[in-house]
């Protein structure tokens, strides 16, 4: 595709629910990140992948937030046991070369609603 | 880690205007973006400018590295221009951190 895509564009949990974020990058892009974006905020840092390898999930904000990227290319953001605090946009960027040197192009985006 | 700061926080502008929004960060930087943030989410790169200036249509961008701080220019404003701008760097690590944007108001 032309562009970063994100499936579903919204999603209703009730709290306690896992819920999976899809991410698929620009063919190519060596390198995936996932943001969490809060309501009136700038998007915040969750993980990054080098094609398969997670090199960074130091913004994963407790462990029941898993990332994979198992073949290099599409991405999944699992949420386990979701709570109300997780509610926000959740946002996945791609770029061309490893290490952040590059631009980074952004999908719309994942919003989450958890009641 | 780095600071990233922007300003004003809030601009409101008559169509036609032109305006200036800032960026300042407390340290070196390795990539430094623009985005429009339009009403739908969506975030739209602008510009990528680690350094030294670029311009697309009525928009600009200047990064001055060494005083670390980089502008914004919008001349002619128009309403579609509305939404948030963000400013995010990064240095030799992966993540972009991101200011907390200036959201501008564009009325007829």
């Known amino acids: 595709g032309a562009g970063v895509s994100q499936s579903p564009r919204y999603k209703v949990a009730k709290r306690g629910q896992d819920v999976a974020l899809r991410c698929d990058p620009i063919?190519?892009?060596?390198?995936l990140f996932w943001y969490q974006q809060a309501l009136g905020q700038g998007p915040e840092f969750l993980t990054y992948f080098q094609n398969e390898a997670q090199l960074d999930k130091s913004g994963l904000p407790s462990d029941r937030f898993f990332a994979e990227r198992p073949e290099g290319s599409v991405s999944t953001l699992k949420i386990q046991r979701t709570q109300q605090e997780d509610s926000a946009v959740y946002l996945c960027?791609?770029?061309?070369?490893?290490?952040?040197?590059?631009?980074?192009?952004f999908g719309p985006g994942t919003r989450l609603t958890v009641l | 880690g780095i600071q990233v700061e922007q300003s004003p926080p809030d601009l409101i502008l008559q169509e036609g205007a032109n305006s200036t929004l800032r960026c300042n960060f407390s340290d070196s930087v390795n990539n430094l973006q623009w985005f429009h943030q339009n009403p739908w989410g969506q975030l739209i790169n602008l510009f990528y400018i680690p350094s030294g200036t670029k311009q697309n249509g009525r928009l600009s961008a200047t990064t001055v590295a060494t005083e670390r701080y980089s502008l914004l220019y919008i001349s002619s404003s128009q309403t579609t221009d509305s939404g948030v701008y963000f400013c995010?760097?990064?240095?030799?690590?992966?993540?972009?951190?991101f200011g907390k944007g200036t959201t501008l108001s564009v009325s007829s």
């Open positions: 995010a760097t990064n240095q030799a690590g992966t993540a972009l951190i």
């Open positions: 960027a791609s770029s061309w070369t490893s290490g952040g040197a590059s631009e980074q192009f």
């Open positions: 063919s190519g892009h060596v390198s």
